[in-house]
């Protein structure tokens, strides 16, 4: 029987795209599946697949910005289900292509708020019921290839993908001896609806830009990254991948291993900036010095 048999995954942006991905990889493992989804309408057509699938799903319609629909989304988890094992902090927008001087605060505000506070906020919430419980648990966050490496034209993006890496490295350590284990997924490109993520924007946060949405879809720019996700992995795919990384403990959960030469060439030029500074005699003083940060 699967590790995972019987016990609960709470899924943000579990809809559609890599969550619902996610969610059907767990639920095939015999988890309870808890999708939280800003998108009620897709959330009920998830919501039936699943249950047609044979899997138990509870959905509750919230915004991860807002932590007290992360409060009441632990909740109705714990009055179905009894207990909360895993979190799923995927619920995540793709920021406006622009160079910096067009990326405005709102712009800016709300992919922090969804991509950034979103996970906070349900790391908050959930990881508390999963040590009071005692029986250990899972937190996987979704971060990007984009958390790996900064991207061009996506700032906001990149900022809060860096941070979900930074902030799942931290937490692998803290929750260790919880016996909560911390992944972060970090993918390329994957055949959804990211590139259409202002369908859930606030009107409140729209910038002049991008009310003009029809001539941004037609950008250049906004052609290419529509014809790389549409030629990207399947969610399926990126689901199962997902148990069998976890299956092996693994902090860094990478699907696209083609991208590792990307990564490789930013290591090395890391490595020798470091080599650069070794060298500089106005270092030679900290050279021997203690290194006091914890790291894995
Ligand atoms: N698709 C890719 O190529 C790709 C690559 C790397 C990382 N990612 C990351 O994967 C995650 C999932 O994205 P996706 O590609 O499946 O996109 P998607 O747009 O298909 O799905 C995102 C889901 O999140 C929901 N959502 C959006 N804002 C929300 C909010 N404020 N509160 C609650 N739910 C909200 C949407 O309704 C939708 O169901 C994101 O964090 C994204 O950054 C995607």
Redo the contacts with the bound molecule.
Sequence with gaps: MSQYAGKTVVI??????????IARAMGKQGMNVVL????AR??EI?RTTLVNEGINVLTVT????DLS?WENLANKAVERFGKVHMLV??????SMPGNIEHTDEKDWRWVL???LM?VIYGTQTMVPLMKQHGEGGWLIN??????MVGVPSAGA?TA??VA?VGMSESWYAELKPHNIQVSV?????????????T???PEALKSEREKNTKSMNNSPMAKHMQS??DN??S?DVVGERVVEAINNKELYIFTHPNYRKVLQKRFKNIDDAFARSESSPLLASVLDEEVALYSK
Excluded: H
């Excluded at 943000?12 to 991905?21: P, R, T, V």
């Excluded at 939280?36 to 998108?39: E, F, K």
């Excluded at 902090?89 to 793709?94: C, E, H, L, Q, T």
């Design positions: 943000s942006g579990g809809a559609e795209g890599i969550g619902f991905g939280g989804d800003i998108d897709q959330l998830s919230m915004d991860v910005t629909q902090n995927n619920a995540g927008v793709g708020d969804v991509n979103g979704v971060a990007s290839m984009a958390g993006y809060t993908k979900v997924l970090c993918p390329a490109f994957v055949k959804t609806r990211i590139n259409l993520s369908r859930n924007k790389v996700i990207g992995l969610p």
